[in-house]
């Protein structure tokens, strides 16, 4: 099993930025991808972000490239999601997740592991 807490959701203004971190603990895997969902009111959830964790090969969904940087710290096993210029349409539930293999894809079906949830408000 492997456990994941995420931190660091809040209320920003739009324009503003904010850091949110996963944590990972419990059974590890020499090859895996952590990746980064959201899901906004009344949408179903979709894909954000995902980082292999042995080379750091990273993928983006077209919303936020280019504002969004995912980056992980294997000291820590935390994975980081730094969110620059957010817009109102930020707003939503973030979750981690981990895929027990490489996986650098957009699918969900695909993460093995959830964690709970961060929430991320962006005021216009």
């Known amino acids: 099993q492997v456990q994941l807490v995420e931190s660091g959701g809040g209320l920003v203004q739009a324009g503003g930025s904010l850091r949110l971190s996963c944590a990972a603990s419990?059974?590890?895997?020499?090859?895996?991808?952590m990746g980064w969902f959201r899901q906004a009111p009344g949408k179903e959830r979709e894909f954000v972000a995902a980082?292999?964790?042995?080379?750091?090969?990273?993928v983006y969904a077209d919303s936020v490239k280019g504002r969004f940087t995912i980056s992980r710290d294997k000291t820590k096993n935390t994975v980081y999601l730094q969110m620059n210029s957010l817009k109102p349409e930020d707003t939503a539930v973030y979750y981690c997740?981990?895929?027990?293999?490489?996986?650098?894809?957009?699918?969900?079906?695909?993460?093995?592991?959830w964690g709970q949830g961060t929430q991320v408000t962006v005021s216009s």
């Open positions: 997740a981990v895929a027990s293999r490489i996986y650098l894809r957009s699918n969900q079906d695909g993460y093995d592991y």
């Open positions: 419990g059974r590890t895997f020499s090859t895996y991808t």
């Open positions: 980082i292999t964790w042995s080379y750091g090969d990273t």
